[in-house]
């Protein structure tokens, strides 16, 4: 239907209802219905359609005559019963124009139903003639005024369209609340860094095939608050979204009142929500209500329960994970709280593949980009990660047209201290609550050392005991971390009360800075030893162990202390065990643990890797200068024979555990695919090395080379192929001295994987 057809279907049906009218002068036909309500003013589309028919079944239409609006018209298909419901909504309409139409005419073509507005009193459709007319709108202005409250609960209550633009403007308005720039990490969200989540698409679904309530969790900083935030932006035309910040909203309910009040010029009460809700939403037909409520509601959730379970109203609770425990289960139970039964959960977890590779579009517009590797890396699917990368590179306009800021794939200590940084700012008292709960921290893992079931319980979330944390900083101090983001209180449940620090990479550099300050006076080689026992089980505990050692050294300046912690991190060799037949481990993996019982003929264990993880890490750092040739390059040479993969797998569970592609060499051993790229803390450290001293790549592949260290050989290799694309001559061409060094010497060792190289690495000049 056009146009045309719409004001020639209307004016068909004015004619035929007031035909003493007809062909009056100065009638017009409006499609478009401007209501305003309170502060608000909404838009209604007399003729919305879905496809080509009407959303509602009818056409609603402004009769305006001589430029006043005179008639809300409202014509239903022909055969479709007139309800009172129509005549009420019509009515509504009415009396929320800018100028009030005194009219409301509801027609099917064969019924007519005409009623005042102003009262809502039946007209006498034979009353057809103007001067008639006129007299009786003149008298129903004089006898009521019109009832504003009522009219109001009408419309929220009948056409999803008002719901639609009133949640939409509220929606705005507490996104807007929660955004900043990509700098100010303590804001949620990010106008210009938005990743689509999958989990998104998820509630989405789920919402619309009839599910009530659904809960959205993850751990804290996971991206609950983008997701409530990416679901109230993008909604379909039926599904009307409210978000609403539980933080600045206690009670839901009175929430509401509130907004309806200050948006509506109408008193409005909790219980009048509550009533409202009850009696509108639960009619047949009533339009559909989704509320977003991020974080949990300090009281009303189970009112709001029994609400969405008799109306048309849905829930989307954002939470963590300790708090969707909480309100998902009994207590002491696996069996479904009554809140929960019928409800569906989404977690949120590490972004996937496709939404990772939309990040690093976001990030390639901001001129950034990775060296290959980032996809490997576990710790960069965080979003918080992601945004600390983009707050700290050059903003686009330091950037010269062209120029690319490449970025390492894996954490390292310089990131922990940019990352602390940016979140703590020039806060000095919130920079010494969160150490002192770090000091709290490490002593009560310092007494527990040694107890499997205590590290399996705090393995990938590491906390301290409330009641230690509190003694340590103060309640009121402990309750503003929670209160700003910083800390998370969680109920173990063997464990009791717990505080977790938030997000890792501040916790992991407070406990480096705490580590290094404990251990000034130890000798160094009894620091080494109490770092690495204390990190090995925490986030990123090989780049906070490397961080607090760099920071010792570079207190100390002594040659002979950096030396002895180099020395005794080197001399730590990994070790390869076959356990024998009915021994026990314990695979540690995130929230838990699984006991393992070795059968017949186990196959052999490499165990004691971190201390070389540290090292990795540690090794990406200037640590001596001159001409000769450095500690680092004699390291790497150590370091990079291993045949063992060097790289630290974070906190996890087995569904969430990325392979890498290697290449399996009969004789030889396994070699990560090139293709994979820096895949190890200690080829970063390399390629970072190789960028303050490029002669030493040289000298590496020559070693390797000379000695026949093919894993050495495989690692340089690597680097080189990746520094040959740096835009600074030296390093370019250094890294094509190294390759060249190589490319015979792999040829001959590991033919089938330099065959499959040379043709990458064709394809990648092409």
């Known amino acids: 239907m056009n146009e045309a057809h719409f004001q020639a279907l209307i004016i068909a049906e004015f004619d035929r209802i007031f035909p003493l009218l007809c062909g009056s002068r100065g009638v017009e036909v409006e499609r478009w219905l401007t209501l305003r309500l309170g502060h608000h003013t909404i838009q209604v589309d007399g003729y919305e359609r879905a496809g080509d028919r009407p959303v509602h079944g009818r056409l609603d239409a402004l009769i305006r005559v001589e430029g006043r609006p005179r008639i809300v018209f409202e014509l239903k298909a022909p055969g479709v019963a007139l309800q009172d419901a129509d005549v009420i909504q019509g009515r509504s309409y009415a009396l929320h124009l800018p100028e009030v139409a005194p009219l409301v005419v509801v027609t099917n073509g064969a019924d007519t139903r005409i009623i005042q507005a ?36 009408i419309l929220l209550g009948s056409d999803e369209r008002v719901w639609r633009q009133l949640s939409q403007k509220l929606s705005r308005e507490a996104r807007a609340a929660r955004t900043s720039t990509v700098a100010d990490v303590r804001a949620p969200l990010v106008a210009d860094f938005r990743i689509p989540r999958e989990a998104t698409v998820r509630v989405r679904e789920l919402i619309m095939n009839g599910t009530k309530l ?68 639960a009619q047949p037909g009533a339009p559909a209500l989704l509320l977003a409520i991020d974080g949990e509601p300090r009281e009303g959730i189970s009112e709001l329960r029994e609400i969405i379970d008799r109306t048309s109203m849905s829930l989307v609770v954002g939470v963590g994970d300790a708090a969707h425990q909480r309100l998902t289960r009994r207590v002491g139970r696996t069996e479904a709280s009554p809140l929960a039964r019928g409800a569906a959960s989404v977690p949120v977890e590490p972004l996937s593949d496709d939404e990772f590779a939309h990040a690093t579009e976001l990030l390639r517009g901001r001129h950034v980009t990775f060296f290959p590797g980032a996809m490997y890396a576990r710790e960069l699917r965080a979003p918080r990660m992601l945004r600390v990368v983009a707050a700290t590179v050059p903003a686009a306009e330091d950037v010269e047209a062209g120029e690319v800021v490449r970025v390492f794939p894996m954490l390292g200590p310089g990131t922990l201290i940019t990352a602390w940084n940016t979140w703590i700012g020039g806060e000095p008292e919130l920079a010494r609550d969160i150490r ?49 983001g910083f800390a998370a209180a969680v109920e173990h449940e063997t464990l009791g009360g717990r505080v977790i620090l938030r997000p890792e990479e501040l916790f992991a550099h407070a406990t480096a800075w705490q580590l290094a300050r404990a251990g000034d006076s130890a000798k160094p080689e009894d620091f080494v030893r109490e770092v690495i026992a204390q990190a090995e089980l925490m986030p990123h505990g090989a780049v906070l162990a490397a961080l607090a050692l760099l920071l010792r050294m570079e207190h100390a300046e002594d040659p002979a202390t950096s030396n002895a912690i180099l020395m005794t991190l080197a001399k730590d060799e990994p070790n390869v065990a076959t356990p024998t037949s009915g021994s026990r481990a314990v695979l540690l993996l995130e929230g838990g ?7 017949q003929e186990p196959a052999p264990l490499v165990g004691n890797l971190f201390p070389w993880l540290v090292l990795s890490h540690l090794l990406g750092a200037v640590l001596d200068e001159g001409d000769g040739i450095t500690a680092n390059a004699k390291l790497f040479a150590r370091l990079g024979k291993t045949p063992y993969l060097l790289r630290y797998v974070e906190p996890s569970t087995p569904d969430r555990l990325d392979g890498i592609p290697f290449h399996e060499v009969p004789g030889v051993g396994a070699f990560p695919c090139i293709d994979a790229g820096l895949v190890e803390p200690l080829a970063q450290s390399m390629l970072t090395h190789a960028q303050h001293r490029p002669d030493e790549l040289v000298l590496l592949a020559r070693a390797a080379v000379e000695k026949n260290e093919v894993h050495l050989a495989w690692r340089v290799h690597t680097v080189a192929r990746l520094a040959a ?28 994987v330099e065959w499959e190289q040379r043709a990458s690495d064709e394809g990648d000049e092409e």
């Open 118 to 153: 102003y009262d809502g009193a039946p007209l006498d459709p034979g009353i057809a003639g103007a001067q008639a007319l006129e007299a009786s709108i003149a008298a129903g202005a004089r006898r009521a005024a019109h009832d504003v409250d009522e009219t109001v609960r």
């Open 214 to 281: 659904v809960f959205v969790h993850g751990p804290p900083l996971s991206g609950v608050t983008n997701i409530l935030a990416e679901l109230s932006e993008e909604v379909p035309s039926s599904l009307p979204v409210l978000l609403i910040d539980a933080a600045a909203a206690p009670n839901v309910l009175q929430h509401l009142a509130n907004l309806l009040s200050r948006e509506l010029f109408t008193t409005t009460t909790a219980d009048d929500v509550r009533r409202w809700l009850i009696s509108s939403l």
């Open 436 to 484: 002192k709960v770090v000091e709290a921290l490490l002593a009560e893992r310092a007494a527990r050392r040694g107890d499997v079931d205590w590290a399996a319980a705090t393995y990938g979330r590491p906390s301290v005991d409330r009641d230690i944390a509190e003694r340590a900083v103060g309640e009121g101090r402990i309750e503003r971390l929670i209160r700003e």
């Open 593 to 599: 643990a699984i006991d393992m019982n070795f059968g």
């Open 725 to 752: 694309q740096i835009a600074n001559e030296s390093i370019r061409i250094h890294a094509e001295v190294a390759r060249k060094h190589l490319h015979a010497f792999i040829g001959e060792r590991l033919e089938t």
